[in-house]
């Protein structure tokens, strides 16, 4: 298990343990909501942020902003997988080479483009 993942449970112990899936599954959509809305105001400001090469658009200020709201949806992801038994090491590099294969096949989805 990641150590991280490990160092959050310890941390959760004794404060969500009284939630259930449904509660830590809103709150996880909360959060990532929390990130998008603060990615739509930095866009709307900077309409660079909407194209690839964005990234260098997004201030330092702002990378502490994003950083934050970036944490609190991992947080809130390995609360739920470590309430839920997932070990989030383990599924990553699964969901990876998943992801992998079907780039391999050819896929790319509808807005990615091969390299």
Request: charged fraction near 25%.
């Amino acid at each position: 298990m990641w150590r991280t993942q490990e160092e959050i449970a310890a941390f959760d112990a004794a404060r969500f343990t009284s939630l259930g899936p449904g509660y830590l599954a809103l709150n996880l959509a909360g959060e990532a909501g929390e990130l998008a809305n603060l990615v739509k105001k930095l866009w709307r400001a900077d309409p660079a942020m909407g194209q690839p090469e964005g990234f260098s658009a997004v201030s330092a200020e702002s990378r502490v902003q994003l950083a934050d709201e970036m944490a609190d949806v991992v947080i809130t992801t390995i609360v739920l997988a470590n309430h839920l038994g997932i070990d989030v090491e383990i599924e990553v590099a699964r969901k990876l080479a998943v992801i992998d294969e079907r780039l391999r096949a050819g896929y790319y989805g509808r807005e990615a483009r091969p390299s």
